[in-house]
């Protein structure tokens, strides 16, 4: 009977072991999940903070147009004459090559 009896207690702890060690490794498994779950979650925070501080600093340093800067090249440019194109280049249109010999804005 003493034999018995150690070898069912045996058997006992094998099983308590068992069902031990697979309530562990479920635990583990949802320790993992949820970690993993944090550690989204915390990149998705640094994310939209570091949006949000880029948001900022660019509405802390907007560029303002250098209206002086602009007027002054402008005038600049007047002084030099009649303004060239991409097609007419700096000197501009000739004039004279479409006068057809008359007096008249028609030429004749």
Do not use: C, F, H, W
Request: proline share 1%.
């Amino acid at each position: 009977m003493a034999v018995s009896a150690a070898v069912a207690l045996g058997a006992v702890s094998v099983g308590y072991q068992i069902y031990s060690g697979q309530k562990q490794q479920k635990s583990q498994r949802e320790q993992l999940r949820l970690q993993e779950q944090a550690n989204i979650d915390a990149k998705k925070r640094a994310k939209e903070a570091a949006d949000r501080a880029d948001i900022d600093m660019n509405k802390a340093n907007r560029k303002k147009a250098d209206v002086s800067a602009i007027t002054q090249k402008e005038e600049q440019a007047a002084l030099a004459g009649p303004a060239g194109t991409m097609l007419t280049g700096v000197s501009g249109v000739d004039t004279g090559q479409y006068n057809l010999g008359g007096n008249t804005l028609l030429g004749s």
